[in-house]
């Protein structure tokens, strides 16, 4: 049983961070594209960034560059996210998502999901 498990969100003021975390069980971690999506109520889930299996393709959404940094630790199973420089309008669930393909922005494409964390940031 694949599970994805988040960590790390909450309530941010504007400008400030948070570093998510996701851990993984039940599959060959390092062979996965990772990523990290989010959806506002309202709105339809959004790619937000991904990192190839041995990060070397780190894609970002436009409204994130610069701003948001994705990592991986293999040896950990375990996926961040670190955001900086918050904005209201990065409030959202954000979710985990693993890929078996070397890299994808589309969601259905991702074979497995975590529960959602929320992040709230605000101004």
């Known amino acids: 049983q694949v599970q994805l498990v988040e960590s790390g969100g909450g309530l941010v003021q504007a400008g400030g961070s948070l570093r998510l975390s996701c851990a993984a069980s039940g599959l060959t971690f390092s062979t996965y594209f990772m990523a990290w999506f989010r959806q506002a109520p309202g709105k339809e889930r959004a790619f937000v960034a991904g990192i190839s299996r041995d990060s070397g393709a780190t894609p970002y959404a436009d409204s994130v560059k610069g701003r948001f940094t994705i990592s991986r630790d293999n040896a950990k199973n375990t996926v961040y996210l670190q955001m900086n420089s918050l904005k209201p309008e990065d409030t959202a669930v954000y979710y985990c998502?693993?890929?078996?393909?070397?890299?994808?922005?589309?969601?259905?494409?991702?074979?497995?999901w975590g529960q959602g964390t929320q992040v709230t940031v605000s101004s």
């Open positions: 998502a693993a890929s078996r393909l070397y890299i994808t922005n589309q969601a259905n494409n991702y074979n497995s």
